[in-house]
DNA sequence: CTTATTGTTTCGGTGTGCCTAATAATCTGT
DNA sequence: ACAGATTATTAGGCACACCGAAACAATAAG
């Protein structure tokens, strides 16, 4: 069990694998792995051995990977440099929302611990990203809003956006264009048959307008209800 | 020729290939490569085949480095990014001027022209780094103050401080916590015997105090005569 | 229950940037 | 001008992270 300096490859796989976890249910796999990070399954199956021998990840051959605390406790750090920097380049650099991730992707694996604390500082210690993705904190503590997909919710349902899946920047574009943002009401109208797209209300009684949303946008939307503010405090390890 | 993003090696060499020459007059060799990129020789030679061969720099076996106009090009956008990083790291997130090299060594290769630019507006597209060195501009434009070691003046020279060598970080904390800024008003007053310290007078007329500096303090102060502006625009490749 | 199909790992090989050790070129002192 | 020291280059290797192709499990289908 090293405890040098992770490579930025291993700090990638890592953050991929516990990226993977923070919304679905079920630990990634080698494929899966393979096509998130763009690289080949049998770099996959190389690199899963080095995690492994660092103590980085538990793994049986021909079965999933999974997270040891100590992996844990290294994507957390990483997912939140890659947060806090997101909120930087928004908040202070005035980028777009659709701007930042690939350049938070390259800077969290090169800037000191130091910059990430004075650049928290500087922002108030956010506790959540311009997707509304929540930050963790520098002792590893997140808080989790609790959230479901918009495209997984029944009829008649209603609640706020608190999250907005950063995966496609043209969709953050198109939600942008049309003045969709964080904490906007939601209300599910109902489903087009046959499979099509999803009707939405969005905005306020007082101003609100209807969309029709296709599969990928109702399921980047992620709806918290109206009901209980029930949070829950994960991974203190 | 090939015009492929540069690997971050090949980024360092040529930016301290080009800092060699901004204040030495002579081209760099092999050895002082290899010291100031703490390489051995062996891999300088390596590496400056492989330079030459992208044409950023012009070598004949057993003789000193000297870059294209290429290579120039390229040196002067990581200058620019490394000094304008550094006026970030000082002036937005609160870092000392002893504190910011380090950073910005790392940051130069990872972040974005977008980022630079956006950071550059942000800062007013400032002119020089917190230690006085000049920024080139965009465009490869530097504007390089004329300016002297404080070691080799006469005595009874007068001048204002320009720049401030900022390759040891112990020498910034010293002059910082002496009060000794970029622009404050210097006069030599003489030198102790047998190459003793250099005796000089800091501040106002009014309020001016006197410091014997060694030779290494001497040498990281650069001064601009008081007498005429004269600055030269260099390098419109 | 044996055979496809799919997923995973192993094997050999690539490019980059570094190393040490050996060798070749240049500079220096007498 | 030449021996000896210094400086530079080549040769052979290593670690990292990647690849394609081939071998190997696990699962699904007939």
């Known amino acids: 069990m090293k405890t040098s300096t992770p490579s930025s490859s291993i700090e990638d796989y890592v953050k991929v694998i516990y990226s993977f976890t923070e919304w679905q249910q079920k630990p990634i796999t080698s494929t899966q792995l ?6 080949a399954n049998s770099s996959v199956s190389e690199m899963v051995r080095k995690l492994k021998d ?3 990840v538990d793994h049986k051959p021909y079965s999933a990977v999974t997270l040891t605390a100590d992996g844990v406790r290294l994507a957390l750090s990483m997912v939140r ?3 806090l920097i997101e909120t930087f380049l928004v908040q202070e650099l005035g980028y777009r929302w659709d701007e ?3 350049e938070a992707e390259l800077l969290e694996h090169a800037v000191s611990d ?3 604390d004075r650049m928290a500082a500087k922002l108030g210690n956010p506790a959540r990203d311009p997707h509304g ?3 963790p904190a520098a002792d ?3 808080r989790m809003p609790s959230a479901h997909r918009l495209s997984e919710l029944d009829d008649g349902h209603t609640g706020r956006i608190t999250r907005i899946s950063d995966e496609n920047p043209e969709l953050l574009r198109y939600l942008a ?3 969709i943002d964080l904490d906007a009401e939601v209300e599910v109208v109902g489903r087009r048959p046959f499979g099509g797209p999803l009707v939405v209300r969005i905005g306020s009684a007082a101003a609100s307008r209807e969309f029709d949303f296709a599969e990928e946008v109702a399921s980047a939307l992620w709806v918290h209800s109206d009901a209980a503010h029930t949070g829950c405090n994960v991974a203190d390890l």
């Open 114 to 116: 130091t910059f990430i």
């Open 100 to 102: 930042v991730h690939d």
């Open 34 to 39: 393979a096509q998130r990070l763009g690289v």
């Open 177 to 179: 264009a049309e003045d």
């Open 81 to 83: 440099r890659h947060r």
């Open 140 to 142: 590893g503590s997140v």
């Open 133 to 135: 993705d929540p930050i």
């Open 54 to 56: 660092q103590g980085l």
